[in-house]
Structures are given as structure tokens and as C-alpha cells.
């Protein structure tokens, strides 16, 4: 198995917690027929029509959203086996301190700092609830001080507590995956596009600095149109892959741009803007199926 390289810089996501609520409240205007269907004839013409329900139709429908989290633990993890990541801790040597769990938390950028505190909020007293103070005095650098020798033997001990496996599973995607689904919907892409969207916020963040994801999608903006602006879906998919091809190869460690060039390009050159299995990628050289 290929070690997969080291994650891309994530602003603290204090920083990040601002960004989301900012796009949700600018999208909360935004349309979503076209995810949604439709609207039947009867509704199109009787205004006083009961509001429709607006069902997941895009990443976020479970069947789909179990594959988006297959895709990017093949890519973290080398693994389609992304439940067993809870209690995956170690130092990559990013200068980013601990990388942990399903997502990758950061002790050194705010994510974990967050995780371990909405655990303690909602199980007082827990195993990892007395190196909350460590994670505070840690947070924005590399050093491991007040975590080390146990804290590593200490969450692991703490992933099997379905209390903090819930508690990550809910910080990915209040910080990660919803903003990615909501602004994919916002920009009228499919599936796709939404994952191509979720995997770059998981590696780039999604502060303001050059390579993080608002960065990205401004890049692609400026060489095409959403379908949100009229724009073709595949020649706006296309850009978005380019710039994040280029925001890899401003960092050393993301050379390898395989995650985006034999995995995400081979699903968008075949049409499968769906997402639809079977689907064959690869990733550092590893070959993966989910049928």
C-alpha cells in the first residue's frame, strides 16, 4: 500500500466555523428545483399549493454519501474502509501536530480541538476530556506538549465509545461535508461535482488562503460558468479539477495528483456526473471497485 502524502494546511476552524455560516446564509436563497425536481403541474399552477419537501438528491442521499466517504478514505487512508479510521491517530510530520480519525482532525489546526470539546459537551468526564487544556495551548502549532506520552493510547481507547464516533461523524459535516453538498447544490452541479467539492474542503479547508477550497472554486469561475450561470456541467467540472490540480502542486507533499487525475477525471470523462457504481479508480497507484 502507498502511504498517502501529507494533507494540505487547514485554516483553524474557528476561522472555517465563520466561512460556513457566511455560505449558508448567502445560499439560503438560492434555489434548489434543480436537485429537488420539477415542481408538478398542479403546484406550478396553484400558488397556494402545500410547500414540497425537498428530499437529499445529490451527495447527501445516504447510498451516496456512504460512497463519498469510501472515495476520500481511499485517498487518506488507502482503505474503503472508513469506520475503522475513528481510531487512527498519528504524527505525519506536517508540522500540523496529531492527525486523527475519519477525517483527519488536527491538533495543531482547531478541528480536534473542536471534536474534543463538542465529546466533553456531550459526555462530561470522558477519556480525552482532561487534555482539553493541552489541546488549547497547542492549537496553530506542531507541538505535541501536555498530549504526550498517552494521548494517542487514549483515543484509540476513545473511538471505541460510539458517543465520539458520532461526535466525529457530526463535525465532518457540519465543517466539511455540508458546506461542500450546499454549495455544489447552489452551483447547480450533480453528485459529482459535490464530491469533487467535499473532497477538496476535506484536503484544503476551506479558509482564505490561496489553495483552499473558496480559492479553487474562484479559479474555476473565472475559466467557465456553473449550470447555476448557464454553464456546461462537464466544462465547469473540468475547471474546477484544474485548479485543484493546481492547488495540490503549490505544496511539495501533493505532487501526486492521482486522487483528482485517476479517480475524480475518470469518473467525469466516462459522464457518470451521478456517481453511479460500479466505479474503478485509483489512488497512489492502488486500484479500488465499489460495485
Known amino acids: 500500500m502507498h502511504a498517502p502524502p501529507k494533507r494540505a494546511a487547514r485554516l483553524n476552524t474557528r476561522s472555517v466555523r465563520i466561512t460556513v455560516i457566511a455560505v449558508g446564509l448567502a445560499l439560503t436563497a438560492i434555489p434548489v428545483a434543480a436537485y429537488a425536481g420539477a415542481p408538478s403541474h398542479q403546484a406550478a399552477g396553484n400558488p397556494a399549493a402545500a410547500p414540497r419537501t425537498v428530499a437529499a438528491t445529490g451527495l447527501d442521499d445516504p447510498a451516496k454519501k456512504e460512497i463519498a466517504m469510501k472515495l476520500v478514505s481511499s485517498a487518506e487512508n488507502s482503505s474503503l474502509d472508513w469506520k475503522s479510521q475513528y481510531k487512527y491517530i498519528e504524527d505525519i510530520d506536517d508540522d500540523r501536530g496529531y492527525t486523527a480519525g475519519i477525517i483527519g482532525f488536527c491538533s495543531g489546526t482547531g478541528d480536534m480541538l473542536d471534536l474534543v470539546e463538542l465529546y466533553t459537551e456531550r459526555k462530561p468526564g470522558n477519556i480525552l476530556a482532561k487534555y482539553l487544556p493541552a489541546l488549547r495551548k497547542v492549537n496553530g502549532t506542531p507541538s505535541h506538549s501536555g498530549l504526550d506520552p498517552n494521548f ?140
Open 152 to 291: 494517542t493510547k487514549d483515543w484509540v481507547k476513545a473511538a471505541a465509545d460510539p458517543a465520539f464516533q458520532q461526535a466525529q461523524n457530526d463535525e465532518r459535516d457540519r465543517v466539511y461535508f455540508k458546506p461542500a453538498v450546499k454549495q455544489g447544490k447552489a452551483d447547480g452541479i450533480g453528485t459529482l461535482g459535490q464530491f469533487a467539492y467535499y473532497d477538496a474542503i476535506v484536503m484544503h479547508g476551506d479558509g482564505g488562503d490561496s489553495t483552499g477550497f473558496g480559492s479553487i472554486r474562484k479559479r474555476a469561475l473565472s475559466k467557465a460558468k456553473p449550470p447555476s450561470q448557464g454553464g456546461d456541467e462537464v466544462t465547469y467540472l473540468n475547471a474546477f479539477l484544474d485548479a485543484r490540480v493546481w492547488a495540490m502542486k503549490q505544496e511539495e507533499a501533493h505532487e501526486d495528483t492521482s486522487r483528482v487525475d485517476t479517480a475524480q477525471r475518470v469518473f467525469l470523462k466516462k459522464g457518470n456526473l451521478n456517481l453511479d457504481p460500479p466505479l474503478d479508480w485509483k489512488v497512489y497507484g492502488d486500484s479500488f471497485h465499489i460495485g
